[in-house]
């Protein structure tokens, strides 16, 4: 165009999943998951949103963390002992609550942390953990600490790639798998910018 250029500012987004199968460590899931779907209150461009869990250890792993999930600090980012701090603005944690409000009518509720006295006046929303039957339940991304949980048959890992493939959503995906094969196997077919394996899906150096 003619003319002075117009500054234009974009960041992309993502329906983001982990899959996790039952030969993951249970412990270094729940710390990831933790990091990927909490940490910097869910507003991350690669934040975890999905999380698939093998059916076979989804009871131990969700039991495992709801107990670390009643562990975070919800609070003031600028203190050193906070977790997850507000979302960027009312209209961000209004559309949040009436999601996590629809999610519970709707799916189970895992786990959701109370709001800290002191903080009804902020944009806060606390983390909350929902068991949703499938990937359709969700319309458009969720960019704050809402997790999502999926369960899954081992024989139904096709079918999770095809779903995760056709969400329109294809930033970010975390692995979590001891099986070599596995892993080369769902990168090799997943259409995503970027696959993490073992490890949290944020802050990486690409």
Request: proline share 4%; hydrophobic share 40%; glycine share 8%.
């Amino acid at each position: 165009r003619d003319g002075e250029i117009v500054p234009l500012i974009a960041e992309t987004g993502g329906q983001n999943a982990m899959i996790v199968d039952s030969t993951a460590l249970p412990e270094q899931i729940v710390r990831d998951v933790l990091a990927s779907s909490f940490q910097s209150a869910g507003q991350r461009c690669s934040a975890l949103r999905v999380l698939f869990l093998q059916e076979d250890v989804a009871d131990k792993i969700l039991t495992m963390l709801a107990g670390a999930m009643d562990e975070l600090h919800v609070g003031d980012a600028s203190q050193l002992a906070t977790d997850v701090g507000p979302v960027i603005d009312e209209e961000a944690a209004m559309m949040l609550r009436n999601h996590i409000d629809r999610l519970k009518k709707e799916a189970k509720l895992i786990r959701e942390l109370p709001l800290p006295s002191g903080h009804s006046n902020g944009t806060f929303v606390p983390p909350a953990c929902f068991e949703i039957e499938g990937l359709h339940v969700l319309k458009k991304e969720v960019f704050g600490p809402v997790l999502h949980v999926i369960r899954y048959k081992a024989s139904e890992l096709d079918s999770i790639i095809d779903q995760i493939n056709n969400s329109g959503f294809g930033l970010t995906l975390g692995i979590h798998s001891r099986i070599d094969e596995t892993v080369n196997y769902i990168s090799r077919r997943v259409r995503v910018g970027n696959v993490y394996v073992n490890r949290n899906q944020i802050g990486a150096i690409v």
